[in-house]
């Protein structure tokens, strides 16, 4: 009976869940322009929690069960330690706060924590586990920790757990700085990373931040479709033939955060995927439709090669152009079919009134 009532109390907090929110920073952006788009952060929405939750985590679960080597990196300095320890603290503080319906707390010592949406005890003590990566069995999003280093002069990466990478490798970013980290993205390194570095350095723990990006993709398969390593190989050179094939292109988006540690002076990054078919775009305003057109149309040169532009632009432009005028045609339709509806109604009611 315990089992059942349980259950059902899972189940109405999954069937609660609010609709995924769109982070459509590319309303923001400017022909022919890189600008970092970055917000202040309401600690409200430090961590997103939607309908997408139950599947997300399932798939964060076998991805830790199955590829922890390629998801997670940790330096062992007494530095690194302090800073994870923490982090995690301040997120569990968070979750029990800001989510108390999602989460509860099993000891006194906020060690262990009972997951209502999934039914699950996860510890944090770091005794089972890294710390870090317990976390990410909790939320949707992926962590990253740097710190500042003296000799490069800039904020390195020192630890992180990252289930849902979009094609790049986390071990070959572990223990680099900024400037390392973005050098295959010349979006960043040839027109922000003197900006990122500085807004790093000036960055106070009372005034987080949030940012996002965005790409299509199409070699993935649908809103689940999140772990892309580079060890995953896949084909980049197959466009879609068609326009029906050119609705399951992928659309991606980052919702980013920036936070600083108060005590150990760490930057917590974290990374909130979202991903749907472009065919999504369907339920979305015109002027949303018709500013992505613009952006494919006028992107930067940088992002071009990028976001491998080429392997979708045409595709993709086809695509959403014809839903645009699909819509439209509907739109000139309406009126008209209105206007039969109504003659007609006067016809009948002036035959009704001859009689």
Not at 242 to 248: I, L, N, Q, S, Y
Not at 265 to 294: M, Y
Not at 301 to 314: C, F, I, L, Q, S
Request: aromatic share 8%; charged share 25%.
């Amino acid at each position: 009976m315990d089992n059942i009532k349980s259950r059902s109390h899972q189940q109405c907090l999954i069937d609660d869940l609010p609709c995924a929110k769109d982070v459509f920073i590319f309303t923001e952006e400017k022909p022919s322009m890189v600008k970092m788009h970055t917000h202040s952060l309401s600690l409200d929405n430090w961590v997103l929690i939607d309908e997408t939750y139950p599947s997300q985590v399932a798939l964060r679960k076998d991805i830790l069960a199955t590829h922890l080597d390629i998801v997670y990196v940790s330096q062992e300095d007494e530095d690194t330690k302090h800073a994870k320890l923490e982090f995690v603290r301040m997120l569990v503080d968070h979750l029990l706060t800001t989510f108390p319906k999602y989460f509860t707390a099993e000891n006194e010592q906020n060690t262990v924590i009972k997951n209502e949406l999934t039914g699950d005890r996860v510890s944090v003590s770091g005794e089972i586990e890294d710390s870090l990566i317990s976390v990410c069995r909790l939320t949707q999003e992926d962590w990253v920790i740097m710190q500042w280093d003296e000799q490069k002069q800039e904020y390195k990466l020192v630890a992180a757990a990252v289930l849902f990478p979009m094609r790049w490798s986390l071990r070959s970013k572990f223990g680099q700085g900024i400037s390392g980290i973005h050098a295959p993205a010349p979006p960043f390194a040839n027109h922000l990373v003197s900006k990122v570095n500085s807004l790093l350095k000036r960055l106070k723990p009372e005034n987080p931040i949030w940012r996002a990006n965005w790409t299509i993709a199409n070699n993935l398969d649908g809103p689940l479709d999140l772990y892309n390593p580079p060890e995953t190989q896949r084909d980049l050179t197959e466009t879609p033939a068609t326009v029906e094939d050119a609705g399951k292109l992928a659309f991606r988006e980052e919702y980013q955060t920036l936070r600083k540690l108060p005590v150990s002076g760490a930057i917590v990054f974290s990374v909130r995927s979202i991903q749907r078919d472009l065919k999504a775009f369907e339920c979305q305003p015109t002027e949303v439709i018709q500013k992505l057109i613009s952006v494919i149309q006028d992107s930067h040169v940088d992002y071009y090669g990028y976001r491998d532009t080429a392997m979708w632009d045409k595709a993709a432009l086809l695509f959403l152009k014809e839903l645009l005028q699909t819509r439209q045609q509907k739109e000139q339709r309406s009126p008209r079919t209105a206007f039969i509806w109504a003659t007609a109604a006067a016809c009948v009611c002036l035959a009704l009134a001859a009689r």
